[in-house]
């Protein structure tokens, strides 16, 4: 039992503090999301003995809450991109992703996601997670059918195109409907008791313990009000989730995102995995930065609209992905921004559509538009008549939007309302976590390792690492990926003690 007075994430425990171990196990893992049920599999197949604690009453976290799309692809590609002939080169996709997070792209973490990411598809078929032989050549936010492939990022986008053979890499777990992210939970759950993990739900890590040499060796976890001091001779991987539901380290670290009006995530979202590897001396690294989204399609149709600020100047192309655009309108110097439509393009957005922004004004001339809006005048008309002849010829020098969304927006119009903080849904969650390596080894501040301390999922600073590079798909993929990776370290770092 734990002599400590008050145990918290920030603090770690010391070892010599501790009078009497009640749990003694390899591998411990904290979180029972993707990334956790994932490490629990690979470090018990491995061959060593796991504990995993979960705050909730049961397995889940924000990867059940999900969409469920894993992005995956390189290496020839996976089976289904083959099915319906995409031969997805390793080169394109490493290439591509470094391009999405440069600079702060982590070249040895994109390198070793990529190499395994056709055969984690495999992997999570053998865990019985079911994805359907379909693509589907839609501009979604994620399926409503249970359709699997998808283009789900910027690949058909500039610049990224000019760049990159575009492949779909959105692999959507089997689901008629959204929320696919349930179903890939249950089967992990399933696979984490086939391999013989001791489970603890309502199990709340408090606090890491560490020994004379600042080796992490245990844990500190609450259970039913009492505190239960956990050995691992392993080690501890923490999977703990990230940190968009804590306040104070969004403001502290991610004032930006502060903007966006919707947290998306489970409340266990609250920092502790980051706090306890601070707490033991790990880097916590790109914390500024965040998934913000605007997801403005469907309507599919809104894309041949323009976004426009306050000045009537456009700022991005509109067939950009919507985590992209949401990051772009966090960056504009501008009191409001507006998405700008004609009848058309505004299509069904009335009876079907995500973002709920309000209309801002109409007007059977842009002129009428501009005064409704407060522009100043003859800007919004001078961008609409340039991009509209343009569009005429299919093309966009401005921003290089790709031919199938280009035509000309003709009178009456319609502003859309999508200012930061203004109504329009603008969901975010956190990309910073700790600095690991490709093995979830988590680092310190100096590169070197702290001995016995794993890090995988949105605890960690993984594959993605911007806002205007993120692709749906690649926070599960790389929760899973790297939970996978962190379990089998910790498990081959036992046997090799
Ligand atoms: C609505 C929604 C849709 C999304 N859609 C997609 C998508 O389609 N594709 C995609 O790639 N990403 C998507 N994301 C993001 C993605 O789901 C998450 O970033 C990812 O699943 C995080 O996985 P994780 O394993 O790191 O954390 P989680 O799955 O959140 O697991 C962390 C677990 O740790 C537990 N925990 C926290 N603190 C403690 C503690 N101190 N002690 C014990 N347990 C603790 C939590 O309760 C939780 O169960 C979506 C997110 C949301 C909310």
Same mark, same amino acid.
């Given at each position: 039992?734990?002599?400590?007075?008050?145990?918290?994430?920030?603090?770690?425990?010391?070892?010599?503090?501790?009078?009497?171990?009640?749990?003694?196990?390899?591998?411990?893992?904290?979180?029972?999301?993707?990334?956790?049920?994932?490490?629990?599999?690979?470090?018990?197949?491995?061959?060593?003995?796991?504990?995993?604690? =979960?705050?909730?009453?049961?397995?889940?976290?924000?990867?059940?809450?999900?969409?469920?799309?894993?992005?995956?692809?390189?290496?020839?590609?996976?089976?289904?991109?083959?099915?319906?002939? $995409?031969?997805?080169?390793?080169?394109?996709?490493?290439?591509?992703?470094?391009?999405?997070?440069?600079?702060?792209?982590?070249?040895?973490?994109?390198?070793?996601?990529?190499?395994?990411?056709?055969?984690? $598809?495999?992997?999570?078929?053998?865990?019985?997670?079911?994805?359907?032989?379909?693509?589907?050549?839609?501009?979604?936010?994620?399926?409503?059918?249970?359709?699997?492939l998808l283009y789900?990022?910027?690949?058909?986008?500039?610049?990224?195109?000019?760049?990159?053979?575009?492949?779909?890499?959105?692999?959507?777990?089997?689901?008629?409907?959204?929320?696919?992210?349930? *179903?890939?939970?249950?089967?992990?759950?399933?696979?984490?008791?086939?391999?013989?993990?001791?489970?603890?739900?309502?199990?709340?890590?408090?606090?890491? *313990?560490?020994?004379?040499?600042?080796?992490?060796?245990?844990?500190?976890?609450?259970?039913?009000?009492?505190?239960?001091?956990?050995?691992?001779?392993?080690?501890?991987?923490?999977?703990?989730?990230?940190?968009?539901?804590?306040?104070?380290?969004?403001?502290?670290?991610?004032?930006?995102?502060?903007?966006?009006?919707?947290?998306?995530?489970?409340?266990?979202?609250?920092?502790?995995?980051?706090?306890?590897?601070l707490s033991v001396?790990?880097?916590?690294?790109?914390?500024?930065?965040?998934?913000?989204?605007?997801?403005?399609?469907?309507?599919?149709?809104?894309?041949?609209?323009?976004?426009?600020?306050?000045?009537?100047?456009?700022?991005?192309?509109?067939?950009?992905?919507?985590?992209?655009v949401g990051t772009?309108?966090?960056?504009?110097?501008?009191?409001?921004?507006?998405?700008?439509?004609?009848?058309?393009?505004?299509?069904?957005?009335?009876?079907?559509? $995500?973002?709920?922004?309000?209309?801002?004004?109409?007007?059977?001339?842009?002129?009428?538009? =501009?005064?409704?809006?407060?522009?100043?005048?003859?800007?919004?008309?001078?961008?609409?008549?340039?991009?509209?002849?343009?569009?005429?010829?299919?093309?966009?020098?401005? $921003?290089?939007?790709?031919?199938?969304?280009?035509?000309?927006?003709?009178?009456?119009?319609?502003?859309?309302?999508?200012?930061?903080?203004?109504?329009?849904?603008?969901?975010?969650?956190?990309?910073?976590?700790?600095?690991?390596?490709?093995?979830?080894? *988590?680092?310190?501040?100096?590169?070197?390792?702290?001995?016995?301390?794993?890090?995988?999922?949105?605890?960690?600073?993984?594959?993605?690492?911007?806002?205007?590079?993120?692709?749906?798909?690649?926070?599960?993929?790389?929760?899973?990926?790297?939970?996978?990776?962190?379990?089998?370290?910790?498990?081959?770092?036992?046997?090799?003690?």
């Amino acid at each position: 039992m734990a002599s400590t007075k008050k145990t918290v994430p920030t603090k770690a425990t010391k070892a010599s503090d501790i009078s009497q171990w009640d749990i003694e196990t390899d591998v411990i893992v904290v979180g029972f999301g993707g990334a956790g049920s994932c490490a629990a599999i690979e470090a018990a197949d491995s061959g060593a003995k796991v504990h995993l604690f =979960e705050a909730a009453s049961a397995a889940g976290g924000s990867t059940a809450l999900s969409g469920g799309e894993v992005y995956l692809g390189g290496n020839g590609g996976t089976k289904i991109q083959n099915m319906f002939g $995409f031969e997805d080169s390793s080169e394109d996709m490493f290439n591509y992703l470094m391009m999405q997070h440069s600079p702060q792209a982590d070249e040895d973490k994109i390198r070793s996601y990529v190499d395994i990411a056709a055969s984690h $598809f495999d992997w999570l078929v053998e865990k019985g997670v079911p994805f359907k032989e379909s693509f589907i050549d839609e501009r979604l936010v994620e399926p409503i059918t249970d359709d699997c492939l998808l283009y789900s990022g910027n690949e058909k986008a500039w610049p990224e195109k000019d760049h990159f053979k575009p492949a779909p890499r959105g692999h959507a777990v089997q689901k008629v409907g959204m929320g696919g992210g349930q *179903v890939l939970m249950e089967q992990l759950e399933k696979a984490v008791i086939a391999a013989g993990v001791n489970i603890h739900f309502d199990a709340r890590a408090l606090s890491l *313990v560490v020994d004379d040499n600042d080796a992490v060796v245990g844990l500190i976890v609450r259970i039913d009000g009492k505190e239960v001091a956990c050995k691992a001779r392993g080690g501890v991987i923490l999977c703990a989730g990230g940190f968009v539901m804590n306040e104070k380290m969004l403001k502290q670290y991610a004032p930006r995102l502060d903007r966006c009006n919707s947290p998306i995530g489970n409340p266990g979202d609250t920092g502790s995995g980051i706090q306890m590897g601070l707490s033991v001396g790990g880097a916590a690294i790109n914390m500024h930065e965040g998934f913000s989204s605007i997801p403005f399609y469907p309507p599919s149709t809104l894309t041949y609209g323009i976004f426009v600020t306050d000045k009537g100047q456009r700022f991005i192309n509109e067939d950009a992905y919507h985590g992209r655009v949401g990051t772009h309108l966090l960056e504009q110097n501008s009191e409001r921004l507006y998405l700008i439509a004609d009848i058309e393009a505004y299509g069904d957005y009335e009876q079907m559509n $995500f973002m709920n922004a309000s209309v801002a004004g109409t007007g059977d001339t842009v002129a009428e538009l =501009e005064a409704e809006l407060e522009l100043p005048q003859g800007c919004l008309s001078n961008t609409l008549s340039l991009y509209n002849d343009f569009a005429a010829k299919g093309e966009d020098p401005m $921003f290089h939007k790709q031919p199938e969304w280009l035509r000309p927006l003709e009178p009456p119009y319609v502003a859309l309302d999508v200012t930061p903080g203004r109504g329009a849904y603008m969901p975010y969650f956190t990309l910073g976590g700790l600095d690991t390596k490709p093995t979830g080894e *988590v680092r310190g501040l100096d590169g070197s390792i702290i001995e016995g301390l794993y890090a995988a999922g949105r605890t960690a600073c993984g594959v993605p690492r911007r806002g205007d590079g993120y692709n749906s798909g690649i926070s599960i993929g790389d929760a899973t990926i790297t939970g996978r990776k962190a379990g089998i370290a910790a498990a081959s770092r036992l046997k090799n003690s």
